[in-house]
């Protein structure tokens, strides 16, 4: 089964941090560019981060210098540290598949296999 799922998420004050998880599962994630994703009530989806199957990343304005994502194939494992968080983060992360490559603006219409989501919430 192709499957992703999402783990990590949860409660936090402004300022804080968390570290998102998104493993694979009847495939293998080295070939595949895999983004990160979020969506507020009331928001379209955006895109967060990518990295592609070598390595290079790219990040949305809004995180960036915040925001590390990073693989770890032999785990069948990509990760978004989140870094300094603020209430605006809040939403839930969704993470996503595509082959090889990322595109520079993320656009979720591009990525396939979608995992379920893992709700952030950042709030005092």
């Known amino acids: 089964q192709l499957q992703l799922v999402e783990s990590g998420g949860g409660l936090v004050q402004p300022g804080g941090s968390l570290r998102l998880s998104c493993t694979a599962s009847?495939?293998?994630?080295?070939?595949?560019?895999i983004g990160w994703f979020r969506q507020a009530p009331g928001k379209e989806r955006e895109g967060v981060s990518c990295i592609s199957s070598r390595g290079s990343t790219n990040y949305a304005d809004s995180v960036k210098g915040r925001f590390t994502i990073s693989r770890d194939d032999a785990k069948n494992t990509v990760s978004l540290q989140m870094n300094s968080l603020k209430p605006e983060d809040t939403a839930v992360y969704y993470c996503?598949?595509?082959?090889?490559?990322?595109?520079?603006?993320?656009?979720?219409?591009?990525?396939?296999?979608w995992g379920q989501g893992t709700q952030v919430t950042v709030s005092s």
């Open positions: 009847g495939f293998t994630l080295d070939d595949y560019a």
């Open positions: 996503a598949a595509r082959s090889l490559l990322c595109t520079t603006n993320r656009a979720p219409k591009t990525f396939n296999s």
